[in-house]
């Protein structure tokens, strides 16, 4: 029973470990379903971390705070589509910009607004998100098996946790069962046909650039105003890039992205939980689990376990023909 | 015009004058920055504390990465700048190599111990002092009998700073569980406070109710987890008693303020040499204040001040881990 409790509470934070990941990844599969590649999927959720805390904190709305990261992320989002769609500059550079860009704005603004150092300062009651307890958990939790799983592991996040995996339906339908999402497909594999049948290239990608734009704002302010109170400096820590190594190993699909996000998020739960996991003789080192993820990533892109195939157009901007 | 001219020559010449007159001191401070609220603050503060009483003036970087080391050392001093002070164990190999470079310019290194070079003062903290006076509070004030360290990037100075507390608590009660984590390997476990986050929960739910973290700004998401889990932590370097109060138990000080102010008041003069700040030059030490007043009892106050004396007498003997790199009261 204890051991089933210590499993619970991985799972638990499993969850909460994912959920950033899991809405950048479903950014970026937007955005690089339509054909562009976006590396800046770090940048946006920095901005809308600290913007999200930054408004929260002089409001004492969360939800403003939550409305700020998503306009902060979108201002980057068109940006990037800017240099890439309209300008047809090198995708992964403009990603890289944006990346830098908000890693100095963050802090800068920060500093100017707070003068703390480049942080925000603590978020109170109103200011975050608090966790929604589901009715009945606490009466159902000494229920054997069922009773935990329900109020612990299912109960007791916050409302973005829950947006985030329905999220993952909802991109699944939106991409493969509307006819918007099938020309948004279409425009990252042959934006010639796209544009012959007289549909915008440009309007659809920056639709899609939008949509992830949107995604990595919720992400930024789920970092910020829901695990923590407030924003820190480089707080994202790299859950930009392990988001994208995560949609490589999905290869670009929605349920397996969520599958790929909770099994990058089980191996840090896993780490942060057991530093050095001993398997009868062999000692795991926590560094080891720590580079999984990217090594999982190494593997799949290389060949081994399938072909990781990204859409044919992506990273390449769209001319139109004369 | 002409006597415009004559006047912003006359302030130049002065600037000139004055510049040559007096080297300017300069503080190059580590990747957490200077608002760090914790190691780099401190250092900030001291730096601030010269500037106030004497009215001079000191040259200042945050570096933003790890190729800048030896570019702001070598600016600096070529730019005259004397003492030279760096903060964190991590400029001890740029220092190396430039120090020979400016056999005239004084460098401080703050955390660095090991360095063979006559111009170089470095300063090193006992910490594992001060780990094992919060140590001792950390087992007297744990009500399950198990506490909690998370420390930052997995580097032998934090592995020192656990190590410390671990003898602390465990000469309070010598079957305490000591729970020990660190956050990662690369500089970004120094500010990822959703991880310090989900360290803290993981450790509560391994039963610690009182967390030491030893981590930068990682540690502002251990005490916010701390505080809002409803268990005590204890913040490290600066005193963070304030930033919850009647839920940070106490901060472990490092008085980096002090190192960087007496660097600064020496000036050019500053003597070299290997220096170690402990608990008889209150170098380290536990921060008391109105916020954390409520928590700690006179019991808590009078052990952890016999332990300080005889630590000072040389009664208690806190084992370092850099003595032999491994620690006898922890395994990490």
């Known amino acids: ?322 | 015009m002409t006597l415009m001219k004559s006047l912003m020559g006359a302030a130049a010449a002065f600037a000139l004058t004055a510049g040559a007159a007096i080297a300017e001191p300069a503080i190059i401070f580590d990747l957490g920055g200077k608002f760090d609220k914790s190691f780099n603050e401190a250092a900030h503060n001291g730096a601030q504390r010269w500037a106030n009483e004497t009215g001079g003036t000191y040259r200042e970087i945050e570096l933003q990465s790890e190729a800048q080391r030896e570019q702001a050392l070598r600016r600096f001093a070529e730019a005259g700048a004397n003492p030279i002070i760096t903060m964190g164990f991590a400029m001890a190999d740029p220092l190396a190599a430039v120090a020979p470079d400016y056999p005239d310019t004084k460098f401080v290194a703050v955390d660095v111990s090991w360095l063979d070079a006559p111009n170089i003062r470095q300063v090193s903290f006992a910490e594992h002092e001060g780990s094992y006076l919060v140590g001792i509070m950390a087992a007297m004030a744990s009500k399950t009998g198990t506490v909690g360290f998370i420390g930052g990037m997995d580097i032998p100075l934090i592995r020192h700073f656990g190590c410390g507390y671990a003898q602390g608590a465990k000469s309070v009660n010598p079957d305490i569980n000591v729970v020990a984590n660190m956050t990662g390997t690369t500089p970004a476990a120094w500010n990822d406070p959703v991880k310090g986050s989900e360290l803290t929960k993981a450790q509560i739910s391994q039963g610690a109710d009182v967390i030491y973290a030893a981590a930068g700004g990682t540690g502002v998401g251990v005490l916010q987890t701390a505080a809002d889990e409803g268990i005590l932590s204890i913040g490290v370097d600066s005193n963070q008693n304030h930033l919850h109060p009647g839920k940070v138990l106490t901060s472990m000080l490092k008085r980096v303020d002090v190192a960087v102010y007496d660097a600064m008041k020496a000036g050019e003069n500053v003597e070299t040499g290997k220096f170690t700040m402990g608990l008889a030059e209150n170098g380290v030490g536990v921060a008391m204040d109105e916020n954390n007043a409520p928590l700690v009892t006179d019991e808590m106050m009078a052990a952890v001040e016999k332990a300080r004396q005889d630590i000072i007498d040389g009664k208690i003997k806190v084992v370092s881990y850099y003595e032999n790199d491994s620690c006898p009261a922890l395994q990490f």
Request: charged share 10%; aromatic share 10%.
């Open chain 1, 1 to 322: 029973m204890d051991s089933f409790l210590t499993l619970i509470q991985v799972l638990d934070s499993t969850v909460r470990l994912a959920t950033p990941l899991l809405l950048a990844c479903l950014a970026g599969l937007y955005s690089e379903r339509a054909g562009i590649f976006d590396i800046g999927l770090e940048g946006k959720m920095l901005m809308a971390a600290f913007f999200s805390a930054a408004v929260a904190a002089v409001t004492g709305s969360v939800w403003l705070g939550l409305l700020a990261g998503i306009a902060a992320s979108l201002v980057l989002s068109a940006l990037h589509g800017l240099a890439s769609i309209t300008f047809r500059g090198n995708q992964l550079i403009s990603g890289v910009a944006i990346n830098f860009l908000a890693a100095g704005l963050t802090v800068l603004i920060a500093q100017d607004w707070f003068q703390q150092g480049g942080r925000t300062p603590s978020l109170f009651a109103g200011g975050r998100f608090e966790p929604i307890t589901f009715p009945f958990a606490e009466t159902l939790s000494g229920v054997p098996i069922i009773g935990p799983i329900y109020s612990e592991l299912l109960s007791g996040h916050s409302i973005l946790v829950y947006v985030a995996f329905l999220m993952v339906p909802a991109t699944w339908w939106v991409l493969f069962r509307t006819r918007f999402g099938l020309r948004l497909r279409a425009v990252g594999e042959n934006p010639a046909a796209v544009d012959t049948a007289g549909v915008s290239v440009v309007g659809l990608r920056y639709a899609a650039v939008a949509i992830c734009g949107v995604l990595c704002g919720i992400a930024g302010a789920y970092l910020a105003t829901g695990l923590q109170a407030g924003f820190v400096k480089d707080m994202t820590a790299g859950r930009g890039f392990i988001a994208l190594a995560a949609l490589i190993f999905a290869k670009w699909r929605p349920w397996h992205a969520m599958w790929a996000c909770l099994l990058f998020g089980l191996l840090q739960a896993v780490a942060l939980r057991f530093q050095n996991i001993d398997l009868g003789g062999i000692v795991i080192p926590v560094q080891a689990m720590d580079a999984l993820p990217y090594i999982l990533t190494v593997v799949i892109l290389a060949g081994f376990v399938g072909k990781a195939i990204p859409p044919k157009a992506g990273g390449e901007p769209y001319i139109k023909e004369r």
